[in-house]
């Protein structure tokens, strides 16, 4: 050690102090995005990659694995699993998009309206959303589907909308009671606008962000709640196929050892349900980028 | 003075649970009734069907299945006051023996899966918001992800595709074998699947929770006082952020009761484990409505309990929220 660097301690340091480490800004998921679009599109336009009618049920090809003329196997019915993946995503997928516009629709309203109404009606509307929250999800499902009749996709979207509209509601409802008294919306009202034009132009835009994530979960939750309906044999049919339901042969499936029935649809249930996940995940980090004190 | 407050504060609650309790009853009586469906056939099986129009009548009048709803409500609130809940119309048992016989099945797997999920959600939690964004806590958190996405009836057919079909290691279905009720050890073969998808399907979502409001709690300024005042890590997580998350720890994990639960109803009919979810299940599906409502109640008061046993919690732990929710009609019109 030279004189020079021994003595180099004592006094102003010459040194640049070290920029506090960045966070990594969070990526958009591309590659989540990306397969979700791909599982999306196939949907659309499977039918077009395969000849098979994903419903006949060839009696001389049952539970064959994967390979050859069929690319993930048949089925214990003799169904073609590649046909039947894409005609049924397009159930799931619509299954979820529809009942989250229907429970989103009914969110809106209903948290909006909570959040605007006085104190009393407010404590009424929430009390009764708790209450609501605590009848079994099954028995409503099972009544509402008794309403509708035979199980339909529209059916299970609806009955799914409408049975967990309740969580969101309150977000918005807490968001909506933050925002009624600030300056705009007073003046708004005091000009003389009505309930949904001050939803539309001051509510509306302020929550639109916050529920957008929840949204998203909503997309999954109805999904997963479909295909586990389903799989218990009172959501769809066997006959109406789904991921769902293709799943409800699984316990045929593991009496004769045939993994890809039940593999197959899984898979793409839980890489659907992943994608989704991420996407919302992103969207929700967007807002909170804070630096930590640790 | 403070104790009339806190008084106070705890009648209006219970005031409130009763008066939700009661809607609660109402509610489902009236969806279980108005299902169609034939409640005759739970009861009688493939003899309703044979019956002339005189012997439906009579039947019907006798179960009192005739009168108006709201004369069939009173009466059975009357009932249900004393205690009785009447019979099972599938098992042809009082409906309180036949729920008695399956309860603690549920608790069992329930109880524990509740605490293992109380354990393991604050210990990742804590472990990943330690390691923030390193690659451990970046690991954990794909992982529990990928986990959290898979419904729960799939990671069971899954881990019995693999674990019982496969492998041949550990029984796919029941609580017990039959004759070996009172072993322990069979009966904790037959757990440990349930569990491993009761806690594995819902401990990320809270662990994760957890693990957030950590990182909030980290970005307080008391932790950089702290910081400057020479304390370590490990004094200034355990001993100051820990105790700042408690509260919404503690409501946290009151809300994740009903949760729980729910998810051994799903995990109970995938397994065939004889608890309440198969019951509850099977009662829906062949109208047993004595049975029903007294499982619906059951279910229904626990979620009603824990979600307020989570906001007194918060509240009465957490001066903070108190004074937050106090009403604020600032410049109101």
């Not at chain 2, 399907?201 to 932790?223: F, G, Q």
């Not at chain 2, 100051?240 to 720890?249: A, D, E, K, M, Q």
Request: glycine letters at 8%; one cysteine or more; aromatic letters at 10%.
């Amino acid at each position: 050690m030279t004189d020079q660097d021994r003595f180099a301690v004592v006094g102003i340091l010459n040194e640049e102090p070290a920029p506090p480490p960045r966070r990594r800004p969070s990526r958009a998921p591309v590659l989540s995005a990306l397969l979700l679009a791909l599982i999306v599109l196939g949907c659309c336009f499977g039918g077009l990659m395969t000849a098979k009618d994903p419903a006949y049920m060839d009696l001389a090809n049952t539970n064959l694995p994967p390979g050859g003329e069929f690319p993930f196997g048949t089925d214990t019915m003799g169904r073609d699993i590649f046909s039947m993946i894409w005609s049924g995503g397009r159930v799931s997928l619509f299954i979820g998009f529809a009942s989250t516009l229907v429970s989103t629709l009914i969110a809106v309203a209903f948290g909006s309206l909570s959040g605007m109404a006085p104190g009393w009606l407010d404590a009424l509307l929430m009390r009764l959303t708790e209450i609501l929250l605590s009848v079994p999800n099954l028995l409503i499902v099972v009544f509402l589907q008794s309403l509708l009749g035979t199980p339909s996709p529209a059916g299970i979207a609806l009955v799914i909308g409408v049975t967990s509209w309740t969580s969101m509601a309150k977000v918005i409802r807490t968001e909506v009671r933050q925002l009624r008294n600030s300056d705009y919306v007073v003046a708004a009202r005091c000009m003389g606008g009505g309930f949904f034009h001050i939803l539309r132009l001051h509510l509306a835009p302020n929550f639109v962000s916050s529920i957008m994530f929840m949204v998203v979960m909503n997309i999954r939750g109805a999904i997963v709640a479909e295909s586990t309906l389903s799989f218990m044999g009172i959501g769809l049919p066997l006959d109406t196929i789904s991921w769902g339901s293709m799943l409800s042969l699984s316990e045929k499936a593991l009496m004769t050892q045939s993994w890809w029935v039940l593999l197959i649809p899984g898979l793409f249930l839980v890489a659907t349900l992943l994608c989704m996940t991420n996407l919302g995940n992103a969207l929700r980090k967007r807002v909170n980028q804070r630096h930590s004190n640790l | 003075m403070r104790f009339r407050s806190g008084a106070a504060y705890y009648l209006k609650k219970l005031a409130a649970f009763a008066l939700s309790v009661f809607v609660l009853s109402a509610a489902v009586f009236a969806l279980s009734r108005l299902a169609p469906g034939d409640p005759l056939v739970s009861y009688y099986g493939e003899r309703a069907e044979k019956m002339s129009p005189q012997e439906r009548e009579r039947t019907m009048e006798r179960l009192g299945l005739n009168a108006p709803l709201h004369v069939q409500y009173v009466r059975w609130l009357q009932g249900a006051l004393r205690g009785e809940m009447g019979i099972s119309f599938k098992y042809k048992q009082d409906v309180l023996e036949v729920i008695a016989l399956r309860l603690p099945n549920t608790l069992l797997l329930g109880g524990i899966g509740f605490v293992l999920l109380f354990v393991l959600s604050l210990l990742l939690g804590v472990l990943c918001a330690w390691h923030e964004d390193g690659p451990l806590d970046r690991v954990v958190c794909r992982a529990g992800t990928v986990l959290s996405c898979i419904p729960e009836f799939w990671l069971s057919l899954l881990l019995i595709l693999i674990f019982c079909v496969t492998l041949k290691w550990l029984p796919s279905s029941g609580a017990y074998t039959i004759g070996r009720a009172g072993d322990v050890l069979d009966r904790a073969r037959h757990l440990i699947l349930p569990l491993v998808v009761v806690v594995g399907s819902h401990l990320w979502y809270y662990a994760y929770m957890i693990r957030n409001k950590l990182l909030e709690e980290a970005r307080a300024d008391y932790v950089l006082l702290l910081r400057a005042k020479g304390l370590r890590k490990r004094a200034i997580v355990f001993g100051h952020c820990l105790r700042g998350i408690l509260p919404s720890y503690l409501s946290l994990m009151a809300i994740s009761v009903p949760h729980v639960m729910g998810g051994t109803y799903i995990v109970e009919t995938v397994f065939s484990y004889p608890g309440l979810g198969t019951l509850t299940y099977e009662s829906a599906r062949y109208h047993d409505y004595n049975t029903l409502m007294v499982l619906c109640l059951l279910t229904g008061v626990t979620v009603i309990f824990c979600n307020m046993l989570g906001q007194v919690l918060s509240e009465r732990v957490d001066p903070r929220i108190r004074r937050e929710e106090a009403p604020v009609e600032v410049n109101a019109p």
